[in-house]
């Protein structure tokens, strides 16, 4: 079945560092979802990607499609404490349910 | 717009009962909903997936017998954990898909922390 890779697990930096986290499928993805998760909180949707090649920004954030729908980055710019959390990508290939990564966990040292 | 309830927030119940968790699209009509089960600090597991007045497609591994999954309108649908033990304590996420939306975006709901004691 579909499987969708995340790296790294684990990320810690220095306030004000940047911070990347990529995402890879095993197949061609129709759309891929990003959501970021607080410790003890539940995931909350951030952004979706559609197109091939697609780059969406959100503030700091900036959300890239690859060409061949099958991997994506999200990376902040200098991060904050605010960014810590958990982030997930999460992909869908035609109609079937989202597939999410197994994450990545942000740590932010002040 | 778009947003899904889960009730309760939390429960502890003691091993050998059962437990039932509600999910509601408030202010749209989902045709499918989805229940995920998180492990802590493991990522979002599919569990089944659920469509309007159809019985529930439940992911390999999954024992539909113990998570009983109903869906008789376009706007709840229930997950019951019957015979809860320890080790279905976990954090139960569900999400909602609306009508119509061929993008496939998933709505979830705020989680529900299930403890067996």
């Known amino acids: 079945g579909q499987q969708v890779m995340q790296i790294p697990q684990y990320q810690h930096v220095q306030e004000g560092e940047d911070f990347t986290t990529y995402c890879n499928s095993s197949?061609?993805?129709?759309?891929i979802q990003w959501y970021k998760q607080r410790p003890g909180g539940h995931p909350v949707f951030l952004i979706q990607?559609?197109?091939?090649?697609e780059v969406k920004k959100q503030k700091r954030l900036t959300f890239q499609f690859g060409e061949a729908k099958k991997n994506s980055s999200l990376h902040i710019t200098a991060t904050q404490t605010t960014d810590v959390g958990t982030y997930f990508c999460?992909?869908?290939?035609?109609?079937?349910?989202?597939?999410f990564g197994k994450g990545t966990r942000l740590s932010v040292i002040a | 717009g778009a947003v899904v309830s889960q009730h309760p927030s939390r429960v502890i119940c003691k091993s050998g009962t059962s437990v039932k968790i509600e999910c509601r699209s408030l202010?749209?009509?989902?045709?499918?909903m989805f229940w995920y089960r998180q492990f802590p600090k493991q990522s979002l597991m599919l569990m089944a997936t659920s469509n309007e007045g159809s019985k529930a497609t439940y992911e390999q591994g999954v024992e539909k017998d113990k998570f009983l999954i109903n869906h008789a309108s376009l706007t709840l649908s229930t997950l019951t954990v019957t015979s809860a033990h320890p080790e279905d304590s976990s954090f139960y996420i569900c999400?909602?898909?609306?009508?119509?939306?061929?993008?496939?975006?998933?709505?979830f709901g705020p989680g529900t922390r299930l403890t067996v004691l």
């Open positions: 999460a992909g869908r290939s035609g109609n079937t349910p989202l597939v």
């Open positions: 990607l559609v197109k091939s090649g």
């Open positions: 202010d749209f009509q989902a045709t499918t």
């Open positions: 197949t061609t993805l129709s759309n």
């Open positions: 999400s909602a898909r609306g009508q119509g939306d061929t993008l496939g975006t998933q709505y």
